[in-house]
């Protein structure tokens, strides 16, 4: 017999490895359109205010960022084209073109640190 899992299936959080929390903060802060706040835990923690029920941690503990080869998640846009503006006005490194995929449509691109990220729009 299978012991069931006691393990909800629901993210409660996503944590993002940065190595200067004070450039994370005010980069996040500015792209989601944030106030900046204070870290946590020895200046190693920042909980990034979100919509919703998932959380992004920015997180220091590790001194040493290692990037994924794929998008860490993505934030939702009702504007992929306004978006993109935004992050080249930002100075974003932005690593494609929008690229509509079926029932979105995607853009890549890096946090400060090398994070690879994205943002979505859906399609109607």
Do not use: K
Not at 96 to 117: C, H, M, W, Y
Request: charged share 15%; glycine share 8%.
């Amino acid at each position: 017999m299978t012991m069931q899992s006691p393990i909800i299936n629901r993210v409660g959080m996503v944590f993002v490895p940065v190595a200067e929390m004070a450039r994370s903060i005010a980069w996040y802060s500015h792209l989601l359109g944030l106030p900046i706040g204070a870290p946590a835990h020895n200046g190693t923690i920042y909980d990034l205010p979100m919509q919703g029920e998932t959380g992004v941690i920015l997180d220091s503990t590790n001194p040493v960022v290692h990037n994924s080869s794929q998008p860490l998640f993505f934030f939702w846009t009702d504007d992929i084209s306004t978006t993109h503006t935004f992050l080249q006005e930002s100075g974003v490194e932005i690593l494609s073109q929008a690229e509509d995929i079926g029932s979105v449509t995607t853009l890549r691109f890096r946090d400060p640190d090398g994070n690879l990220l994205m943002v979505c729009q859906r399609n109607r």
